[in-house]
């Protein structure tokens, strides 16, 4: 499982930059392209790597300060056919779906977690869906709600906020976890209070029994443990090469309908069912939260004690520190 990394170098750390990938037995394939960078100017490395090796070269590249001066991009090489890279692959430590490039987990964590329009646009709806399936008392509707719900995004956020100390983002994440939460809730609950004033349905509601639905408003221990379980696999699929499983992480956890109970139950005057839904949003909020700051935490301590492959910058280049 290779990554290709894309950099773009200031003349001055050519060398140093070749002599790394050259020295990082991770490197498949290489290539230098002298003064091919025209923004920012400079010449263009390109690198094929094994993704076990690809955070020790990133940080590597930003002691050199190439960050700053030029440019690092990263992106999934789908198919390498060749012996260098089944070499790579081979001398890198670990397995390629565990390896955790973090520079590549906050940048991803960082975009989820912006207050958007479109995050705003999708929370309200996944939670008018769910308030939907609790009118209908429809599991498949809940499922789609979930599914839907875009909040695990700052929450996994804030999470690599706390372990890589990020003050910045963890406000940026805790702002749209919040605005998200009291917009949707705000804007379901005229929806519904619309759906009352035509006679669609009433306080009854809140009374009824709903075999479907009715686990959103019961929150129990077992709420919290799989909050856990989907915190741990959430953060799993976000830092390996597993992304496909934050969907089931997504239906696991209650968190959009319970937003959306807490709706219903305003347009409806049901204090006691909101103070349930409002617990049970809490305590999956919490739970992956916890989850998913413990799993970093862990993952950070376990990769760090990893062997590496990339050389030392300081054996590479002596004047690192001299670099403008």
């Known amino acids: 499982m290779l990554l290709q990394l894309r950099v773009t170098v200031p003349p001055d750390r050519t060398d140093a930059v ?3 990938f050259t020295g990082c037995a991770g490197t498949a394939h290489l290539a230098v392209l002298p003064g091919a960078g025209v923004a920012p100017p ?18 590597a590249l930003q002691d050199l300060h190439v960050d700053r001066d030029g440019g690092i ?3 999934a090489v789908d198919a390498a056919v060749s012996t260098a890279a089944r070499q790579a692959e081979e001398a890198a430590p670990g397995d390629g779906a565990d390896a955790v490039v973090w520079e590549q987990v906050v940048r991803a964590t960082a975009a989820d977690s912006v207050l958007s329009v479109s995050y705003l646009a999708f929370l309200t709806i996944a939670t008018l869906i769910a308030a939907a399936a609790i009118v209908n008392d429809s599991a498949v509707l809940v499922i789609g709600a979930m599914v839907l719900g875009p909040e695990f995004g700052p929450l996994a956020a804030l999470a690599v906020a706390a372990v890589h100390h990020r003050p910045a983002l963890a406000r940026t994440a805790a702002r749209t976890i919040v605005v998200g ?8 609950a005229l929806v519904c209070l619309a759906g009352r004033g035509l006679g669609w349905f009433g306080p009854e509601l809140l009374g009824a029994d709903r075999p479907q639905t009715g686990f959103i408003t019961r929150p129990d221990r077992w709420s919290f443990v799989v909050a856990v379980l989907a915190g741990v696999a959430g953060v799993l699929s976000l830092t390996s090469a597993k992304s496909g499983a934050l969907v089931g992480v997504f239906i696991s956890v209650t968190t959009v309908p319970a937003a959306a109970d807490m709706a219903l139950s305003l347009a409806l005057g049901g204090s006691t069912e909101f103070g349930r839904a409002a617990l049970q949003l809490g305590i999956n909020l919490v739970g992956i939260l916890a989850a998913a700051t413990a799993t970093l935490a862990v993952q950070r301590a376990v990769w760090h004690r990893m062997p590496r492959v990339v050389p030392r910058v300081s054996a590479v280049s002596p004047h690192r520190r001299n670099t403008p």
């Open 18 to 20: 070749r002599d790394l």
């Open 42 to 59: 400079g010449d263009l490395v390109l690198a094929d790597v094994a993704r076990e090796s690809a955070d020790g070269l990133v940080r």
């Open 73 to 75: 991009a990263m992106e």
């Open 181 to 188: 939460f009291v917009v949707a809730i705000a804007l379901t």
